[in-house]
């Protein structure tokens, strides 16, 4: 045996002991808060579906168990009778389709809950995926969570009722419009597929007028035409009801001149908020614009934007981004679009994306009082409307 082996041998016994008293402090002290709150701890995972949801606990730190499948109203049952035997519960589930309704009820029964971002699961050597493993990997996450491993779980911001609802219906509106593209598509395939060619918007009546005065729109397809240019029609008178109330969403507060009242409404209640981001990282990475990186060793590079944040504000974003540049061309994020010197489509965009970013964290600076707008180089269009109109002149003798 080596020296090292030998001083290896002889230091392992002192260090088992000292992991040991460790260990027994830590359950020692965990008891101690257990019989100090007098509660038991049960941490649940919670895999919700539309119909029921499955269901992972762990009871005082020890082995996860899965209870089964339970749907909504024996699920009620079964938390209501963990809570009548003193269990001090803590739970999560992904956030989806099925909304935060479920989160209001369980914080409404003194249940500390947690709406995660989703993750992928199902990752390893077996690549299986069922309920339950999701149900047993939150569990495990939430754990690690809770012991102070905050990247084991992305906490969604939980919206208020009134903020869901405008939310909702700003997605109803982005809904309809989707609806309106699907009807003229439809339309203009059925045209493409017999050969005939139309400009601009079909369905209109200008467009409308020469398909009926074209010989080659048999009677067949006037009637799939027509049905087609009925719901386009219906779709677009709703969609501007839909629009001016979504506009009437946006804040008094002024705004940048080149964002429209509806990117601001938009904004408002898909951020969520802009005073719940503690910094710029937060901000730009809910936006979804921040790059790929790929580096090791002090060498890499960065790929494409990773877009893991909300859909509609990156769009809302980039959108207004080609507007400032026309509105606004001394806004310094913009001033390279706006002078046209890029040529390239593919570094137009990438430029856009760029600025977009950088615009998102100057609105949440201008929200929260950190910069104003004179120190940005961004036109409020309140102090267009405070402009003085100059003095016409004087008419001459």
């Known amino acids: 045996m080596s020296r090292q082996q030998a001083a290896l041998a002889a230091k392992l016994p002192a260090l088992m002991k000292n992991k040991q008293i460790e260990i027994r402090r830590e359950n020692g ?14 941490k649940l995972g919670l895999d919700l579906h539309y119909r029921q949801v499955t269901v992972a606990l762990q009871e005082d730190g020890g082995q996860i168990k899965v209870a089964g499948k339970m749907s909504h109203e024996v699920f009620a049952g079964w938390i209501g009778k963990k809570l009548s035997q003193g269990w001090s519960i803590s739970s999560c589930y992904e956030a989806g389709a099925s909304g935060y309704w479920l989160h209001r009820e369980l914080a409404a029964l003194g249940i500390d809950n947690l709406v995660v971002a989703p993750q992928p699961m199902g990752r390893g050597a077996k690549k299986q995926k069922t309920d339950k493993r999701d149900s047993v990997q939150l569990v495990d996450c939430l754990d690690r969570y809770l012991r102070g491993q905050k990247k084991a779980l992305s906490p969604v911001t939980v919206p208020s009722l009134e903020g869901e609802q405008q ?14 593209g699907r009807y003229q598509a439809r339309g203009k395939s059925l045209l493409c597929a017999q050969g005939i060619q139309v400009s601009g ?10 398909l009926n005065s ?15 240019r009925e719901k386009i029609l219906s779709t677009e008178a709703q969609q501007q009801g839909l629009r001016q109330q979504v506009q009437a969403l946006a804040p008094t507060t002024s705004r940048p001149k080149g964002m429209g009242s509806y990117s601001a409404a938009v904004l408002e209640y898909e951020m969520k908020g ?9 901000v730009s990475s809910y936006t979804g614009l921040c790059p790929g990186v790929h580096l090791s060793d002090g060498r890499g590079k960065e790929g494409a934007i990773n877009r893991c944040g909300n859909r509609m504000v990156r769009w809302t974003l980039v959108e207004m981004i080609w507007r400032l540049a026309k509105w606004q061309p001394d806004y310094q994020p913009v001033r390279l679009l706006a002078q046209g010197l890029i040529k390239s489509s593919r570094a137009k965009k990438r430029l856009a994306v760029k600025a977009a970013r950088c615009f998102a964290i100057d609105l949440w600076r201008l929200q ?20 003085t109109p100059p003095a016409a002149p004087a008419a001459s003798v």
């Open 274 to 282: 802009w005073h719940r981001f503690h910094n710029r990282r937060q």
């Open 29 to 42: 002290s965990d008891q101690a808060r257990v019989e100090q709150d007098g509660k038991r701890v049960l």
């Open 167 to 180: 939310r909702a219906l700003i997605r109803y509106h982005r809904q309809i419009m989707a609806d309106r």
């Open 214 to 228: 074209d010989g080659r729109c048999q009677d067949w397809m006037r009637e799939q035409l027509k049905a087609w």
């Open 368 to 387: 929260t009082g950190q910069t104003t707008a004179q120190k940005l180089g961004l036109v409020l269009q309140q102090d267009l409307e405070n402009k």
């Open 201 to 210: 918007k079909w369905w209109q009546v200008r467009g409308w007028i020469t």
